[in-house]
């Protein structure tokens, strides 16, 4: 288990530093950020200056290593828009974009798996039917058209949740959170289920599936002969070897939850990293949309690791598989 852990950090390093590559060098030429931070009235002396101070007028190699170097530091740089360091801008934010990820994740995980199952136990029921015809709105529809609805409907016409922004914050330490106020989670609803829906309707359909799948094998026809109950054959049975491939889809779509947070953050004006992202991207603020794209980098590669780790967890057939080859070696 060791090794293998081994194995996946020196991978996620070797993806980390092929991210922090593509970061640097993609924003390096978008746009001049000493023209936005100047303006067109300077001086060619003011904007040699602030190039030398930024560090602009380095070679591509040693500004790269400076930035990889600063990153492991927890040093972003300062932003050319606001002159704060971007670390401030990236923790003041944080917190919004991790909560609204984590009740979408838990929504999506929960409600996906149990109707998942569900729908493949009474897959020919009427509700089941229902259900799985209403999930295409889900899979069909873009983030930001799910938000605008759910926005006409539970903000303008009924009246009862607010529409944009986050409300009931309240300092616990260093960390600001809206989980512990009746307006915090009401503000947080609409946001959550927006940008859950479409990762609660594809784990779905894949529970389902995949369930449907493993009930057609000998052993559950044998468990069935054993006189086992129906309640055992299906979480006992069924569901573990059912979570194999949808832990993989999982992982990958929680992943793409904070990365996708951009869309439902600009619709509700949720005040997260995403929305931080979309005003450097207007503004040419590199630091900052290069800080992003490495966060979003950071998740994705911890729960690829965490996928892993719950493969050998679930199934010890793979933990055995993946010593005798260890030992092999």
């Known amino acids: 288990m060791i090794w293998i852990i081994f194995n996946r950090l020196t991978q996620a390093v070797f993806v980390l530093l092929l991210v922090a590559l593509v970061a640097f060098s993609m924003f390096r030429f978008v746009g001049d950020p000493v023209s936005n931070m100047l303006g067109q009235e300077a001086t060619l002396a003011d904007r040699e200056s602030l190039r030398d101070r930024l560090g602009l007028n380095d070679a591509l190699p040693v500004q790269y290593f400076r930035f990889v170097a600063d990153a492991v530091q927890g040093d972003f740089g300062v932003s050319y828009r606001t002159g704060e360091p971007v670390a401030d801008l990236i923790a003041h934010r944080l917190p919004a974009t991790l909560e609204l990820a984590l009740v979408s994740a838990i929504l999506a995980l929960t409600l996906g798996i149990v109707l ?27 983030t930001f058209l799910i938000g605008v609805l759910l926005i006409w409907v539970f903000a303008v016409e009924l009246g009862w949740l607010p529409s944009f922004g986050r409300a009931g914050v309240i300092q616990v330490g260093d960390w600001s959170t809206g989980l512990l106020t009746l307006e915090g989670w009401r503000s947080l609803l609409l946001p959550a289920i927006t940008l859950g829906l479409y990762q609660m309707t594809l784990i779905m359909r894949l529970v389902r599936a995949e369930m449907l799948e493993v009930l057609r094998q000998d052993f559950i026809k044998f468990a069935r002969a054993r006189g086992l109950s129906q309640r055992r054959i299906y979480f006992g049975h069924a569901l573990k ?14 992943g793409s939850i904070v990365a996708f947070s951009i869309i439902t953050e600009s619709v509700f004006q949720w005040p997260g990293v995403g929305l931080m992202f979309i005003n450097a991207v207007y503004f040419v603020d590199i630091p900052v949309m290069s800080a992003y794209l490495l966060l979003v980098g950071v998740v994705f590669v911890v729960i690829n690791l965490v996928v892993d780790l719950l493969y050998f967890w679930i199934d010890p057939r793979l933990k055995t598989g993946s010593l005798a080859k260890g030992s092999r070696a």
């Not at 493949?120 to 873009?142: D, W």
């Not at 070897?241 to 929680?254: E, F, M, S, Y």
């Open 116 to 142: 998942g199952v569900y729908t493949a136990i009474r897959r020919r029921g009427v509700v089941a039917q229902l259900i799985m015809a209403t999930s295409l709105i889900g899979v069909s529809l873009p």
């Open 241 to 254: 070897n059912t979570l194999v491939p949808v832990i993989t889809v999982a992982g990958l779509q929680l």
